[in-house]
């Protein structure tokens, strides 16, 4: 048996996983085709154990939604109420949801039916209780989570789905044990991609490829922008012949006009108008692996500095996307690109890029290598990123982006399409 079958507990895998995607629990219930294998998430638990014992760490309480489909599989939109993933130091792996969604996790997770719990449905959205206080009160029953002195228990303080209230239920419910921030453990876990993750990321860059392609071609003078939004969302979902697409963690942003020099804005129902750049940004997602890209469209003729700052970011994706390579670190992409930008009179303060892989809404980055002077992380194969050269200027913007693989060779491009400056 390998260490990967034993997830560092000298229990078999089995005893903690359905082994096949047809197995069938106890109460009749069959997981969904199309989860992770139970092989990778038996190697990314063992990762996880890994970096638990060289903390001391009791327990780690996962409630990031990327995070849980990453070690169990599950997959549902149930995220907006509590949730959580509790993986002690040693034994089973415990998920708690919604009672409601426990079925849902019986279709989706590589757990056995005995290590889902839901909790009653009094507790949602109540002011006086909350789930995690029952979260936590059937956690210790089941020893999952230890309430004793000197237990360290890590909980995923920056996660988008964990409030405070969820927080101060589980300290009261863990009164003798330690409460510390996790600092992203599993997510730095994740950053280093499997091949079986590579090949998916390929997939959701062929997606992406599509949608642009979609977006570029609707952008058109007198077309309401919702309407294009709405063949760019029908394009993410249909994905290609071979691969459906998936729901991306992100809606397509389409700023366009004055607005297109502020990022992150979404559609509205007024119409494209002649004279303005429209800046696209949306992604590929497929099995929730994510392939981000961005692009502009002028219609009409573009003003001088957005063509000459246009033509410099097509001439400087290839060279960057060239410094990405294996042994360097993030922040020497970042002066590589930033010192060619200066020669141009032009400056950027934000990042350049950052980790992708698995997103669920509300982002699909991995929150934790980014592109910028002060990243000391060594890049090595199998590491994913969104190099994105946003330049957000005052009444205009322009946006270039590639969603790259790290490989032993260098970088790999995940779509394929022109580099440049689109207008008509």
């Known amino acids: 048996m390998s260490p990967a079958d034993r997830l560092g507990t000298g229990t078999p895998v089995a005893d903690f996983l359905v082994t096949d995607h047809h197995d069938t629990d106890p109460a009749g219930l069959?997981?969904?085709?199309?989860?992770?294998?139970?092989?990778?998430?038996?190697?990314?638990?063992?990762?996880?154990?890994?970096?638990?014992?060289?903390?001391?760490?009791?327990?780690?309480?996962?409630?990031?939604?990327?995070?849980?489909?990453?070690?169990?599989?599950?997959?549902?939109?149930?995220?907006?109420?509590?949730?959580?993933?509790?993986?002690?130091?040693?034994?089973?792996?415990?998920?708690?949801?919604?009672?409601?969604?426990?079925?849902?996790?019986?279709?989706?997770?590589?757990?056995?039916?005995?290590?889902?719990?839901?909790?009653?449905?009094?507790?949602?959205?109540?002011?006086?209780?909350?789930?995690?206080?029952?979260?936590?009160?059937?956690?210790?029953?089941?020893?999952?989570?230890?309430?004793?002195?000197?237990?360290?228990?890590?909980?995923?303080?920056?996660?988008?789905?964990?409030?405070?209230?969820?927080?101060?239920?589980?300290?009261?419910?863990?009164?003798?044990?330690?409460?510390?921030?996790?600092?992203?453990?599993?997510?730095?876990?994740?950053?280093?991609?499997?091949?079986?993750?590579?090949?998916?990321?390929?997939?959701?860059?062929?997606?992406?490829?599509?949608?642009?392609a979609t977006a570029i071609e609707a952008v058109q003078i007198g077309r309401r922008q919702c309407d294009v939004a709405a063949e760019i969302v029908a394009a993410q979902v249909r994905g290609t012949p071979e691969h459906g697409g998936d729901f991306p963690a992100i809606v397509p942003l389409l700023p366009t006009g004055e607005m297109a020099g502020t990022p992150h804005l979404t559609w509205t129902d007024e119409p494209f108008e002649a004279g303005a750049a429209t800046t696209i940004e949306l992604a590929g997602a497929y099995r929730h692996y994510h392939a981000p890209l961005a692009r502009t469209v002028m219609l009409g003729s573009p003003p001088g500095p957005l063509r000459s700052t246009a033509a410099l970011l097509a001439d400087l994706m290839p060279s960057t996307i060239a410094a990405l390579r294996p042994g360097v670190t993030g922040g020497q992409v970042h002066r590589f690109f930033d010192t060619e930008l200066r020669r141009h009179g032009l400056r950027k303060e934000s990042r350049i890029g950052y980790s992708i892989g698995i997103g669920y809404p509300p982002d699909w980055g991995e929150r934790t290598v980014s592109l910028r002077t002060d990243e000391s992380t060594v890049l090595t194969a199998g590491m994913a990123f969104h190099l994105i050269f946003g330049m957000w200027m005052d009444g205009w913007g322009y946006e270039l982006s590639e969603s790259v693989l790290i490989t032993p060779d260098g970088a790999e491009r995940l779509t394929h399409l022109p580099q440049t400056l689109t207008q008509r």
């Open 30 to 212: 069959s997981r969904r085709a199309g989860g992770p294998p139970v092989a990778e998430l038996a190697a990314r638990l063992l990762r996880v154990r890994e970096r638990m014992a060289e903390q001391s760490l009791a327990a780690l309480v996962v409630t990031d939604p990327a995070n849980i489909y990453y070690l169990v599989g599950y997959d549902a939109w149930s995220f907006y109420t509590p949730q959580c993933l509790v993986v002690p130091a040693r034994g089973a792996p415990a998920l708690f949801t919604r009672a409601m969604d426990a079925a849902g996790a019986s279709y989706t997770a590589a757990l056995p039916s005995a290590q889902i719990h839901g909790y009653p449905e009094a507790l949602v959205h109540r002011p006086d209780r909350h789930p995690f206080d029952w979260i936590t009160a059937r956690a210790v029953e089941l020893g999952v989570l230890p309430d004793t002195g000197h237990a360290i228990v890590a909980v995923e303080g920056d996660s988008a789905f964990f409030g405070a209230r969820g927080y101060l239920a589980l300290a009261a419910g863990l009164q003798r044990a330690q409460l510390i921030d996790s600092r992203e453990l599993v997510n730095w876990i994740r950053l280093v991609k499997s091949p079986y993750e590579q090949d998916l990321l390929r997939i959701a860059g062929q997606i992406a490829t599509q949608a642009m």
